[in-house]
C-alpha cells in the first residue's frame, strides 16, 4: 500500500529502432519504471509520436525508410510535439555526429552500446 496519495501514473517512453536486439534490450532496461512503446523505423515512429503523444522519445538515427534525422527533424517541426525531449541513441558516433543530432532537433545524444546507468540518468533528467 502506497502512502502520500494515489499512485502517479507511469511516464511513457517511444523507442523507435529497427534493430529488435537493441529494441529490446531498451524495453528490458526500462519496462520495469516506464511504459514501453516501440516503433521499427522512423515514419512509424513519427506517426506512433503522433498519435500517442509519449513523455519522452529515443531515437535511434541508422534506420530503413525514414532515418532518425527526418524523424527527429519532423516531429521537433510540429508545435504540439516539439516538447516531447528526443534522445539519440545511436552508433554515429564520429567526431561532428552528436552536433549534427541536436541540429536535427535532439535533446541529449548517446553513443551505442547503451550503458543502463547512464541512460536512466539521462531519462531521468528530461522527464523524472
Not at 61 to 75: L, Q, S, V
Not at 109 to 121: G, R, S
Amino acid at each position: 500500500m502506497t502512502q502520500g496519495g494515489p499512485e502517479r501514473p507511469r511516464k511513457r517512453i517511444l523507442v523507435i529502432e529497427d534493430n529488435e536486439f537493441n529494441r529490446d534490450l531498451l524495453t528490458q532496461i526500462l519496462e520495469d519504471s516506464y511504459v514501453i512503446m516501440q516503433a521499427l523505423d522512423g515514419s512509424e515512429g513519427l506517426a506512433r509520436a503522433e498519435q500517442e503523444r509519449p513523455d519522452l522519445i529515443l531515437m535511434d538515427f541508422g534506420m530503413p525508410k525514414m532515418d532518425g534525422w527526418e524523424a527527429t527533424r519532423r516531429i521537433k517541426a510540429q508545435p504540439d510535439l516539439r516538447h516531447i525531449p528526443i534522445i539519440a541513441i545511436t552508433s554515429h558516433a564520429m567526431v561532428g555526429d552528436e552536433q549534427k543530432a541536436r541540429e536535427a532537433g535532439c535533446d541529449d545524444y548517446m553513443a551505442k552500446p547503451i550503458h543502463e546507468d547512464e541512460l536512466i540518468e539521462k531519462i531521468k533528467r528530461w522527464i523524472g
